[in-house]
């Protein structure tokens, strides 16, 4: 399927259709491994961060909070619409296995802007650590572990344009409007069920065993010539959904599971289960 194949039952806003995915592409394809550097920086600041707090008070950021997660619900949540009506378009046009293989979701109309949204958001994502580190709340490994692979994996594949992408960006969208809403709620003081942190934590786990049911798709489909990837990212995207499965399920038996009657400082930390 190609670019002219398309007939979305949506239209495109003006920076949608302006918007240069080619561009874009060859920027990614000589800059994403200055991700490494944000990685590096990101992982001494968080480090460093919690050193420098360790004498000192905690910080009350509740408004700053509340902006911050607001700003990236309203951003998933748009992403999630835009890329999910396209994917929709293909699944039912064209069946699972084009939506899992083409590659037009890259520079097809209305997600080709989305999806370099989607792999560019991953570095200021990492802006979500500061207000752990500053509030002094528990550092979970999961929490900063998922924000350098995501970042390193997002950029890494976006370069090759690799099958699978619309999947993971799209769940990923999904989930984090959820996620994102539910923070930003919880940081006006406005009182959430109990089940909407699980449901989240579930949908994680979802996400992350969907992605390597992607990979392994994508691994079974990439001879017949129409899957386009190669074995260094299904091996990546493996090893990482794999490791996510693992931490998220421990995570959710910990917190919802074993010990249910510490859902207050379970839901607190519930921003290390973010999902790629």
């Known amino acids: 399927m190609n670019e002219t194949e398309l007939r979305l ?12 995915e080619r561009g874009a592409i ?4 000589a800059n994403w491994s200055k991700s490494f550097v944000f990685s590096a920086l990101y992982a ?3 480090f460093g ?13 509740r408004r700053p909070l509340v902006l911050w997660s607001l700003s990236l619900a309203l951003f998933s949540i748009i992403g999630a619409v835009r890329t999910g009506s396209y994917m929709f378009h293909v699944l039912s046009s064209s069946g699972f296995r084009q ?9 097809g109309p209305v ?5 370099y949204a989607f792999v560019l958001s991953k570095a200021p994502e990492l802006g979500d650590t500061a207000f752990v580190v500053l509030r002094k709340q528990k550092l979970l490994f999961l929490h900063w572990y998922h924000h350098i692979t995501v970042l390193l994996y997002s950029w890494y594949s976006y370069k090759d344009m690799v099958a699978g992408g ?7 969208f999904s989930v984090h409007a959820l996620m994102y809403s539910y923070y930003a709620a919880r940081a006006a003081g406005l009182r959430v069920p109990r089940p909407l942190a699980v449901l989240i934590t579930s949908a994680q786990i979802g996400q992350m065993f969907m992605g390597l049911t992607v ?3 994508v691994y079974r489909w990439m001879p017949h010539g129409d899957c386009p990837s190669h074995m260094d990212n299904i091996t990546w995207a493996s090893l990482m959904y794999l490791s996510y499965l693992l931490l998220f399920s421990n995570f959710f038996y910990h917190t919802y599971l074993r010990r249910p009657r510490q859902d207050a400082s379970a839901n607190g930390n519930a921003k290390t289960c973010k999902a790629e």
């Open 111 to 115: 997600s080709k802007f989305w999806a």
């Open 26 to 29: 060859e920027w990614m394809q």
């Open 44 to 46: 001494a600041l968080v």
């Open 9 to 20: 039952p949506l239209s495109e806003y003006s920076f949608e259709r302006r918007f240069d």
């Open 99 to 107: 939506s899992i293989c083409d590659q037009s979701f890259y520079n």
């Open 166 to 172: 619309g999947w993971f960006m799209t769940m990923n």
């Open 49 to 61: 961060g919690q050193h420098y707090m360790k004498p000192r008070p905690k910080m009350n950021l």
């Open 215 to 217: 990979s392994g798709l």
